[in-house]
């Protein structure tokens, strides 16, 4: 007799379903439902990509040193305190299987990161979603919902999908606030989109406490998702753990030479960024002169509430019979929103078009 069953919280997990990239009958698809970077990947990564296609019989480092080196070198961390992942994702969830599991809690914002919640399950931790103040994490709610047996509490700043950022102070509040035995996770994926000066993406609160991770990634202003590269940055104890528990081989040939060269690409952070957010504003402009509410963001993406689910959906739609694909926002309880990346100018463009029109036909 077959009694074969999964661990019972693995059946919690809806399968994870990725933006979408195709439309059945639409010549010129424009998918900006990922959060990918507006130019593709960097030239010099593409060609260090096709170098290591003659090499591709070899494993690769699997310490991989001369990356760790590249972003130390690049971001002027100490490379020994670097981990690099299959992707953040691949790093959020070894934390999660370090430090959580049955019998734990783990605490996120209402509209986090969905990967928290994803890989929570996968564990067996208890996830427990913290109501936000008008799409912002409140860090005295956090604070409020921690148990005796929370062990991780995981913050995106800048928040995906809502584009909102906490103040430096409201982060290391959550920090001081947190017992010396758990884990805060800050989640810097769009690092590289931020322009306040006071905003630091977390390796400041790595150095100055034992029990601080800061996570960040290739897939978003480097434009490498396709490759899968992500690193942490964390204390010596925490790397140990990790070093123990990743893949012996979790960063692949091609994506770590990949990662190299879109490090040593001239201006492209630059060029990414003014891109981001000249569009970013125009994006938010048009779209409410149009009458839809866009959150405030500091991502490569906006939020755009069109304060009803059906009225979410049927922009969703309108967008997709011109090949605009956006991201719906169901999964993330936001069901009257959808996320919109900001991709090339002429992609904008339609967008902007495409959203006025949709309006102009539904204000009656
Ligand atoms: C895109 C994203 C990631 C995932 O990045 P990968 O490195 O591609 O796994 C992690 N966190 C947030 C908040 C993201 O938006």
């Not at 670097?82 to 934390?95: A, E, K, R």
Request: proline share 5%.
């Amino acid at each position: 007799m077959n009694t074969l069953a999964p661990r019972p919280s693995i059946l919690s997990v809806e399968p994870y379903v990725g933006g979408s990239s195709k439309l059945p009958g639409v010549n010129r698809v424009i998918k900006l439902s990922s959060n990918e970077g507006a130019f593709g990947p960097p030239p010099g990564a593409i060609a260090a990509i096709e170098r290591a296609a003659r090499d591709a019989h070899r494993y690769p480092d699997g310490g991989a040193t001369a990356l760790r080196e590249a972003i130390g070198a690049r971001f002027a961390l100490d490379p020994a305190r670097i981990v690099c992942g299959n992707g953040s994702d691949d790093l959020l969830t070894l934390l999660i299987l370090a430090y959580g599991g049955e019998g734990t809690e783990l605490i996120m914002s209402a509209h986090g990161f969905l990967m928290y919640d994803i890989a929570g399950r996968w564990a067996g931790s208890r996830v427990i979603k913290v109501p936000e103040r008008d799409l912002v994490a409140d860090v005295d709610a956090m604070l409020a919902a921690v148990g005796a047996r929370t062990t991780m509490v995981f913050l995106a700043n800048p928040n995906n999908p809502t584009g909102s950022i906490l103040p430096q102070a409201e982060v290391d509040r959550l920090r001081a606030g947190l017992r010396g035995d758990i884990l805060l996770v800050l989640d810097s994926a769009y690092a590289e989109y931020v322009e306040r000066p006071d905003y630091d993406a977390g390796a400041a609160l790595v150095d100055a406490t034992g029990n601080t991770v800061m996570t960040r990634t290739f897939s978003k202003i480097f434009g490498l998702g396709g490759m899968r590269v992500g690193w942490c940055y964390a204390p010596p104890a925490v790397v140990d753990v990790l070093s123990r528990i990743r893949g012996p081989f979790n960063v692949n040939l091609a994506a770590m030479e990949g990662a190299i060269a879109a490090l040593a690409e001239a201006g492209w952070i630059e060029k990414n960024l003014a891109h981001n957010s000249e569009w970013r504003a125009r994006v938010t402009a048009a779209l409410t002169e149009a009458g839809i509410k866009v959150w405030p963001s500091e991502g490569n993406f906006v939020l755009a509430d069109f304060a009803t689910a059906a009225a979410a959906q049927a922009a969703d739609a309108h967008l997709k019979t011109r090949g605009l694909i956006v991201r719906a926002m169901g999964a993330y309880g936001l069901p009257a929103c959808l996320r919109i990346t900001i991709g090339a100018a002429d992609e904008n463009t339609l967008l902007i078009e495409a959203l006025a029109g949709f309006m102009a036909e539904h204000r009656g």
